[in-house]
């Protein structure tokens, strides 16, 4: 039974995020089914569930780019697509061409186009402003390199330091932790953490059970459909985990899990 919060508690015009009935399939293969979710504003919300959940389908289909065979998408409370500039995506790694000529500079660059233009020249201030970014995850000192020359996690500071150049109200990241290095993980999160102190929304697909509770405010919690959703000291316990996991966690890992509540 699903123990979190419903869209009767939180409207959509109060939500940054709001999923009604999304569903898609990849062929005949269903991937979600019928899901529903409202993400609280100025929280850290972990999307969680075993592979093949549909976990990242979900995100992609909130931002459009997996077609949704049924379901709506409102962005504070208006459509997708009058929304789209409030939205900051970072996918995951491994979409991503790192064999693309570009510097890290050019890429994060790209978070500005919407505000810059393809064709126009970027201002002082908005120089300035994508090499602020860069020194907000540490990688200032490698403007001019080659994105594909650095390493997993170089390279996820910055996609998250596009993501900050959207100046975006609503983060959506994709496994932003997966492959990366602790050190990496752990200033990711501090940016993020500091995000969410200025007001802004992270939605994230998440993997590491066991950080959740120490990264996130909200969890939802999904095996092709629904499980559960809410507060992570309510929502994240032994029984929603075992429903969304069924036999895939050990008792000794859901206990460990337990154990740090």
């Known amino acids: 039974m699903d123990t979190g919060v419903g869209l009767a508690v939180l409207k959509p015009a109060d939500s940054p995020l709001t999923l009604t009935g999304i569903t898609v399939a990849y062929g005949e293969k269903p991937v979600v089914l019928a899901v529903d979710a409202a993400f609280e504003p100025r929280a850290m919300t972990a999307i969680i569930g075993p592979n093949g959940a549909g976990k990242s389908t979900l995100l992609k289909a909130a931002l459009g780019i997996v077609p949704r065979l049924a379901g709506a998408v409102t962005v504070f409370g208006q459509p997708l697509a009058a929304a789209r500039s409030r939205i900051a995506y970072v ?3 491994a979409s991503v061409d790192w064999d693309f000529p570009a510097t890290v500079l050019d890429v994060v ?14 201002t002082p201030a908005q120089k300035a402003r994508t090499r602020a970014c860069l020194d907000r995850v540490g990688m200032e000192a490698f403007a001019d390199r080659q994105i594909g020359q650095l390493s997993g996690g170089q390279q ?3 996609f998250l330091a596009r993501a900050l150049a959207q100046a975006a109200d609503l983060y ?5 932790f997966a492959g990366v290095d602790a050190a990496t993980e752990r200033a990711l ?13 992270i939605v994230a697909v ?6 959740v509770r120490d990264y996130f405010d909200e969890v939802l919690l999904i095996n092709q459909r ?14 929603n985990l075992q429903t969304t996991y069924g036999g895939r966690l050990g008792a000794a890992q859901v206990a460990e899990i337990e154990a740090q509540a």
């Not at 660059?109 to 970027?122: H, T």
């Not at 999160?189 to 929304?201: C, F, H, I, Y």
């Not at 998440?206 to 950080?211: K, M, N, S």
């Not at 809410?230 to 029984?239: A, D, Q």
């Open 172 to 176: 959506l990241l994709d496994e932003p």
């Open 91 to 93: 996918p995951q790694r």
């Open 156 to 158: 996820q500071r910055v």
């Open 206 to 211: 998440h993997h590491d059970l066991a950080t």
């Open 109 to 122: 660059r790209m978070g500005m186009y919407r505000q810059v233009g393809l064709l126009r020249r970027f």
């Open 189 to 201: 999160v501090d940016v993020l953490k500091t995000l969410k102190a200025e007001g802004r929304t």
């Open 226 to 239: 629904r499980i559960a959703m809410g507060p992570v000291g309510t929502t994240f316990n032994r029984v």
